[in-house]
């Protein structure tokens, strides 16, 4: 499903950089979030947007901030990265007028090194 | 809080043979639950919803309160279905998700 999109698809970075993972999305939604993916750990939350004036906490945000640049945007930041977020994210994206089905990105497979 | 466990982390089975992929639930209210699907190289993707009470690709699953489980079940598992699953609960409709672990399925030839 083109109508959610990442950049970057995978990206290498050292300890201590500051790195922005951005989403886009055509499909019209409000709802916007972040999850990580860790093998044996499933999906778990980073932040989610119910729309652009709101940003909540998920389950791990520590180390983690975001932005809601508009309704189609929406940007994780990891201020100052560690290896132990070395992770598959993925983006997500859902209307809550419609069946509030969760339209998934491709993912960014970042690695800290 | 919520909390969702999918107890198999991996799940093998021949093509053909039945298949039943577990989820367990905690959550004091009614929750909402769904099950996603992510093939090889593909988007994690929504494959049913329980207030559907609908059958995807074969697979149906039912919500068993006294039990708090949402297992997945397909009786004749095809080479097709390998994929990883994950079982997720919503508090209330138009609320957040809380995923499972994901249980990696093989379906052997």
């Known amino acids: 499903d083109a109508d959610v999109t990442q950049t970057p698809r995978n990206r290498i970075t050292k300890t201590g950089k500051r790195i922005m993972l951005e989403c886009s999305q055509t499909?019209?939604?409000?709802?916007m979030y972040w999850y990580r993916q860790d093998p044996g750990l499933g999906l778990r939350l980073i932040y989610y947007?119910?729309?652009?004036?709101?940003?909540n906490k998920g389950e791990i945000s520590d180390g983690y901030s975001v932005s809601r640049q508009a309704q189609a945007k929406f940007s994780l930041s990891l201020e100052s990265a560690i290896p132990n977020q070395t992770a598959l994210y993925f983006c997500?994206?859902?209307?809550?007028?419609?069946?509030?089905?969760?339209?998934f990105g491709p993912g960014t497979r970042l690695t800290v090194t | 809080a919520q909390r969702v466990t999918q107890p198999e982390k991996l799940l093998s089975v021949f093509k053909g043979a039945p298949v039943e992929l577990k989820c367990n639930y905690s959550?004091?209210?009614?929750?909402?639950l769904f099950w996603y699907v992510q093939y090889s190289r593909q988007r994690l993707q929504l494959l049913l919803r329980?207030?559907s009470r609908e059958s995807i690709k074969g697979f149906t699953a039912d919500l068993n309160k006294g039990e708090t489980s949402f297992h997945l079940k397909k009786p004749f598992a095809q080479e097709e279905d390998s994929a990883m699953y994950y079982c997720?609960?919503?508090?209330?409709?138009?609320?957040?998700?809380?995923f499972g672990e994901g249980t990696q399925l093989t379906v052997n030839p």
């Open positions: 997500a994206t859902s209307n809550p007028r419609g069946r509030d089905e969760q339209y």
């Open positions: 499909k019209g939604h409000d709802r």
């Open positions: 947007s119910f729309d652009v004036k709101d940003i």
């Open positions: 959550y004091s209210g009614s929750p909402e």
């Open positions: 329980h207030i």
């Open positions: 997720a609960l919503s508090a209330t409709s138009g609320s957040r998700l809380t």
